[in-house]
């Protein structure tokens, strides 16, 4: 029996020290963990990754295409005080915080007098620089307490003001900041995917989901500053589209207007100018109408730079040539008992070409007769009319196509020639891209990179070819109709100097509730790209109810000029076009693949 | 024979048994090892403790430094903005260079 219990007891001796060889690895590790590593940065970064969900993250960056800040936190302090606690006597509070917080004395000691108070607000928005004089007041003076907001600032106030919208204290509202808002606080992963359908071109850079690897890692998502959103948008593009626009609305009294500059090969959106505008810095003062994004909110009836539809159609489907002659009835068609359709001027036989040169409206139906109006219903869907282009924008339209889906001799009447559909500005000059790309429908985007708060890169977006909708025969024939409609057609003045430019006039009549197609508003367009050989931008001018002249080649053909003139040169000087963009776009299965849910379950998209 | 060698060996072995039962190493080891244990979660909680209250005040002077930086930011910003260089020129009476002029000075 004893020699049993002597067995045993070596038996846990063995088990003791094969405990103890145990611990001491534990401590060694814990001495590592705690003493070593702890003073390195390593272990600063794991404290401040505990202290992030008390630390409100900073908002990150909006910058434009060259890294220029368009919009950035900063942090601010509201001091306030609790008069019920506050033992020290007031005059002598109010004395030291005086100076600090550039307030009177007299205003602060009557709010430190209410005694029956818990809480008042001495200032908001004090500098974050003075805080250390601010904390030795709160330790000096009991009841004095301080908090930490953010506060957005926008150093090129009305620059973009539209594109960068502005989002609230329950996370709405408009633009990139509310497109983009969950990027910008830093949230990580998953949600960021939602906001981010574009893949890149690189197969290896998509995901299962479809979607581009974000590289988050933990040190990243524990950063306590947001993500900076880089836009496709360049400052001095979009301060000549906005102050030109400005000028012409101004000029022609026009109640709003829009410039979009779009890079043709790529789809990216170089400017978006509104006109009115405002400063975001003060958004709570600005007119609610000043605030509405018009180049992808307001949808309207487009008048002639629709013809481009119809004939592209024509074209495509080989029902007609450019030179097919087309009888215009001498300027009057009667459609129906009710119907009679008037040209401008009188015009007798006139070619394709020369329907789209003079602007016929007459020309115009005819050409959809001979098409057929399925035929031309489907090339309008194919351009992308009735659906949101896709852009990273919130709030955007649709447009309207009613009149082409319940097809009559009212729409036959109308639909040709721009009348009885709404289509929005973007939706507009995306169609006009296609002959400028050679006939692929590119999605348009305003995104072109997500960084962190270092600077690297997280993701890229690259362009993206939704469909072909003309055969690049085609499209060179359009773009030489479209050359001589500012060459010796009704957009005469949109021409360019050193440039050959195609482009197309509209000017359409506004309906009103009740009373039809009123006369004297009207809304004037001019699109168009250029150069014609090489489409570098493609741009398109809206005003709306402009007065003082009668047709768009008076009113947006000088505006398109004035923009295209000076953005050329621009382009030109920079050297703006050096190819950093892939040759190669993603194919249309890539794209399916990569449709965000949000956009499949609205049925919108493509 | 068998009898008497088991007794024999019985003996010795109790003859040795008081000796050991004087030195309980184990306890000692026991008793080490749980003063080290005890030792590093004073430290650790410690080390800890010293580190949180070190990091507001990290965080305060990152977030200050941050701020300074954003503010360079902004008024760097605000001194490149086009409308800004736009109206000094306009001001100062400076043309832009024609295209001639360009190609001279490319040269």
Request: aromatic share 8%.
């Amino acid at each position: 029996m004893k020699s049993k219990g002597i067995l045993s007891i070596r038996r846990l001796v063995v088990v003791l020290i094969a405990l103890q060889v145990c611990f001491l690895l534990l401590i060694g590790k814990l001495l590592f963990l705690q003493v070593i590593r702890d003073v390195s940065d390593t272990g600063r970064a794991r404290y401040s990754a505990v202290s992030r969900k008390s630390t409100k993250v900073k908002r990150g960056k909006i910058l434009d295409r060259h890294d220029t800040v368009l919009g950035l936190s900063r942090r601010t302090l509201t001091v306030s005080a609790d008069p019920a606690y506050l033992k020290a006597v007031p005059k002598d509070v109010a004395k030291c915080l005086a100076p600090i917080l550039g307030v009177p004395e007299t205003q602060l000691l009557a709010q430190l007098k209410r005694k029956n108070k818990r809480f008042v607000i001495l200032k908001r928005g004090v500098d974050y620089q003075m805080l250390p004089e601010i904390r030795e007041l709160k330790k000096r003076f009991r009841g004095i307490t301080y908090s930490v907001e953010q506060k957005r600032a926008y150093p090129k106030e009305q620059l973009a003001s539209h594109v960068i919208g502005h989002v609230n204290a329950e996370n709405v509202g408009e633009g990139i900041e509310y497109e983009y808002s969950d990027v910008l606080q830093g949230v990580p992963g998953g949600r960021l995917e939602r906001h981010l359908p574009y893949p890149t071109h690189a197969p290896s850079d998509v995901n299962q989901k479809g979607y581009v690897n974000l590289l988050f890692s933990a040190d990243e998502s524990s950063n306590d500053v947001g993500y900076n959103v880089l836009l496709t948008l360049d400052e001095y593009i979009q301060y000549i589209a906005e102050k030109e626009l400005a000028a012409a609305c101004e000029k022609w009294k026009a109640l709003r207007g829009t410039v979009i500059v779009l890079a043709s090969q790529t789809g990216e959106v170089l400017a978006m100018a509104n006109y009115p505008s405002f400063n975001p810095n003060a958004y709570t003062d600005a007119n609610e109408e000043a605030k509405r994004n018009l180049a992808v909110w307001y949808a309207y009836e487009p008048g002639s730079i629709f013809k481009i539809i119809a004939s592209s159609a024509a074209l495509n489907e080989e029902v007609m040539t450019p030179s097919t002659s087309i009888f215009c009835e001498n300027g009057r068609y009667r459609l129906s008992r009710q119907r009679v359709i008037k040209d401008v001027s009188r015009k007798g036989w006139l070619s394709l070409a020369e329907v789209l040169y003079k602007s016929s409206n007459i020309g115009m139906i005819k050409v959809v007769q001979e098409i057929g109006h399925e035929c031309f219903r489907a090339y309008i869907e194919k351009y992308g009319f009735g659906r949101r282009t896709g852009i990273d924008l919130p709030h955007e339209h649709s447009g309207n196509l009613y009149a082409v889906k319940r097809w009559d001799s009212n729409s036959l009447g109308a639909v040709p020639f721009g009348q009885g559909i709404l289509v929005t500005p973007l939706q507009m000059v995306n169609a006009l891209n296609v002959i400028a790309t050679g006939g692929k429908l590119l999605r348009p985007y305003i995104t072109r990179e997500i960084l962190d708060s270092h600077g690297r890169s997280l993701k890229r977006m690259y362009p993206i070819e939704i469909r072909r909708v003309l055969r690049p025969e085609i499209a060179r024939q359009m773009t030489e109709i479209l050359v001589g409609v500012v060459e010796g057609g009704s957009g005469r003045r949109g021409r360019v100097e050193g440039y050959r430019v195609a482009g197309k006039t509209g000017t359409a009549q506004k309906a009103e509730k009740g009373v039809g197609y009123a006369s004297g508003k009207e809304t004037m367009s001019f699109m168009g790209f250029l150069p014609a050989d090489n489409p570098q931008i493609s741009i398109l001018v809206m005003l709306d109810e402009p007065t003082g002249a009668r047709f768009s080649g008076q009113i947006a053909a000088p505006l398109f000029q004035k923009v295209a003139e000076q953005t050329m040169r621009y382009l030109k000087q920079t050297d703006f076009f050096t190819p950093d963009l892939p040759t190669t776009l993603p194919t249309v299965t890539e794209l399916q693949r990569t449709q965000p849910r949000h956009y499949a379950a609205e049925g919108e998209g493509l | 024979m068998q009898s008497s060698h088991q007794y024999t060996s019985r003996k010795s072995k109790t003859a040795e048994s008081p000796r050991k039962r004087s030195f309980p190493y184990i306890y000692i080891v026991l008793g080490l090892c749980f003063c080290i244990f005890a030792g590093s979660v004073w430290f650790s909680s410690y080390a800890k403790n010293v580190a949180l209250q070190r990091m507001p005040a990290y965080q305060r002077q990152k977030h200050y430094i941050q701020d300074e930086i954003h503010q360079l930011e902004l008024e760097e910003a605000a001194l490149t903005s086009v409308e800004r260089i736009r109206s000094l020129v306009d001001e100062l009476g400076l043309v832009e260079p024609s295209e001639a002029a360009r190609r001279i000075y490319e040269k």
